[in-house]
Each structure stands twice: as C-alpha cells, then as structure tokens.
C-alpha cells in the first residue's frame, strides 16, 4: 500500500531525515512515534506532497479515480491516478492535486472554519470537487451519523468541545472517500477521556472502512490502544520497527530511551524478567514453578498493559545463582520466553 525506500530530506543543511525504509500494508494501522524534532511529521507530510523529499522513494498504491464513478475529477494523462508506478515528488501539479484526493489528513488543532457551521465544514471539500448537492447533503449526512454527530449537524464551531471538533476534522478528511487517513498529533490537545473516544473512532472507521491509518504521536497510549506496528524515530531516522505488544513487552534501547523508565531491582541475585503471552496466565505458571521446583524466589517487578483486545504482562522474579539454571529449564520446558535482567554478582 505505501512503500518507502531510503527517503532522505534536508532543511537549510540539517538532515531530518536519514534513509527511512518503511512498508505499510492496506488496511493497517501504524503508529509513528518518537520526540519532538525526530522527524515524524515531516515523514508524514512527504506522503502526501505537502513536503518534498531530496532522494529516496515514495509510492502509494491507491485506487483508480474510474472505479469511482460518483466522483468525477481530473485524471493523469494515462486516464488514471492509480499511484502504484508514481513516485510521489515527480507527481505534476495536476496530478498530485487529484492524488490527494485519496489521502485523508487531520491535525492537532482541528483546523476548522469558524464562520462555516458543522455540515458546511465537512462538505467544503466535497464543494470545491463540484459534487451535486444531493450527493454533498448524502454524503456529509452520513459521515456525521459515523462520528455521532448528527444532531450537532448546524451547530458552529464555537459551540463544540474539543473532542466534537476534532470528529468534524475526521469526517471532513473522510468526505473525499480516502484510501489512507493521516494523523499529525490529531489526539495532543485532548483530555485522556476524550482521546480514548477519538481512537475508538479511528479504530471503528479503520474497521468499516479498511482504511489504512498512519498516527504520528508522541502519545505511547495511543499507540498501545489502536496501532498494530509502530516506527520509533529518533534523529531523522527509525530505530526501531515491530508489533505494538512484542516491542513493549521487550523493550529495545530505542524505546526505553523513549520512554524513560527505569527499573529499581535488587542488586543482589539474579533477575529473571518473565514474558506471558495473552494464552497464559501469570498466577498459574509463578504458583506451578514454585510448587514443582520447591524453590524460594521473590517478586520484585510487574506489569500488565493492555494493547488493543489483548492483556498482556511481564514481571521480574530475583532468585539465588543455584536456582538459576532450574528456573530457566522451567520456563524452556513450558514455552515461556524470559530474560536475564541484571546479574549483580
């Protein structure tokens, strides 16, 4: 669906972004994460043309404008725009024009028009591609049913709350029938309640539509609650690619730099970190270890966190070098994967 190879791009000689590799699947949701001035926004606005990328490629497959009858819009030379050949920064103006047409886009602080009421927000777009008013009133009718807003329908933007502005800005960046929804910090300026519904609708959207969804945020908890796989960028370039669940259970350099935590675990022993899949329950294999090995060991550490529909958890037990090795074959034997944390002695 988007394929991104060795993308380079410099501001005044200050590289921003360092030879960035990244697929994304139709469909997915991808969370893009990391400090500000890591350069996952600019990243995002070279996927749709709003910024320029100095070598590397960019392709995004999206459907062909002719398989879309109810839109009638101006096409490549080839009678298409089907972007699957296209690199993005060699796009004509006219071509990227009708180009981002597939690309959906909300920001962090809403970007509405306060002399337009809610209705004429989302049918602006719909208006500037000179769609007939019935398909407009249709169309925007129904995308304010999708983000429950249909009885705010005529309400002006003054009037709304941060969250409900926020569900204008989706159904508008939707109202174009886009392929991939953009996210630029969309949940930064929300309170914790109101981002958790906002991700809810992203994911019910992503879900009912199968649209693909790429979130730049420095917001860990969004990426935990919708996204399958993050790219955790730092210094222009990503150091780190994987399923949401498998990198935080197991958290790489990059992330605990990112996240800043650290553990106070006893010095003395030995610290056995011990992962447990969503199948398995933590209670049931820490009360058979003891029971079938007859060792003492104590509980220092633990968590369980919550990654779309899944629970999952770790914790770290400290135990004496001789209970080493029994522990270990335990946990081998019954399929749990585990670390050694830090070995005092």
Wanted: charged fraction near 30%; aromatic fraction near 4%.
């Amino acid at each position: 669906m988007i394929e991104i190879k060795n993308v380079n791009k410099s501001f005044s000689g200050n590289q921003v972004l360092k030879d960035i590799n990244l697929n994304i699947e139709k469909g997915e949701i991808i969370g893009i994460v990391g400090h500000s001035g890591a350069g996952k926004s600019t990243l995002l606005r070279c996927l749709n043309g709003l910024e320029t990328y100095d070598s590397g490629s960019i392709k995004i497959a999206v459907e062909k404008e002719e398989n879309r009858d109810e839109l009638q819009t101006e096409s490549c030379d080839n009678g298409s725009i089907e972007n699957i050949g296209h690199e993005i920064k060699d796009l004509s103006e006219k071509e990227l024009r009708s180009f981002r047409r597939r690309l959906g886009m909300i920001f962090q602080n809403f970007n509405l028009l306060n002399r337009k009421n809610v209705f004429d927000n989302v049918a602006l777009p719909l208006e500037v591609w000179k769609l007939d008013k019935k398909e407009i009133n249709e169309r925007v009718t129904n995308l304010l049913e999708l983000v429950g807003l249909q009885d705010k329908m005529y309400s002006m933007p003054k009037d709304l709350s941060g969250g409900q502005k926020q569900r204008v800005a989706i159904a508008r960046a939707l109202a174009l029938e886009p392929d991939v929804l953009l996210c630029d910090e969309a949940t930064s300026a929300l309170d914790p309640n109101t981002t958790k519904s906002i991700l809810n609708l992203i994911k019910e959207i992503n879900e009912k539509l199968n649209i693909t969804v790429v979130i730049v945020t420095h917001q860990m908890e969004v990426i935990k609650q919708i996204c399958s796989r993050v790219a955790i960028m730092e210094g222009g370039e990503i150091k780190s690619l994987g399923v949401v669940d498998e990198l935080f259970l197991k958290p790489d350099a990059s992330l605990e730099k990112l996240l800043g935590e650290e553990e106070v675990l006893p010095e003395d022993g030995v610290n056995i970190r011990i992962f447990f899949p969503k199948e398995r329950s933590q209670q049931s294999i820490i009360t058979s270890m003891a029971r079938e090995l007859d060792i003492d060991f104590s509980i220092v550490w633990g968590k369980l966190e919550k990654f779309r529909e899944n629970v999952l958890g770790s914790l770290v037990i400290n135990t004496s070098e001789e209970n080493r090795k029994n522990i270990c074959n335990f946990l081998d034997k019954k399929g749990i994967s585990w670390e050694v944390v830090r070995n005092a002695n």
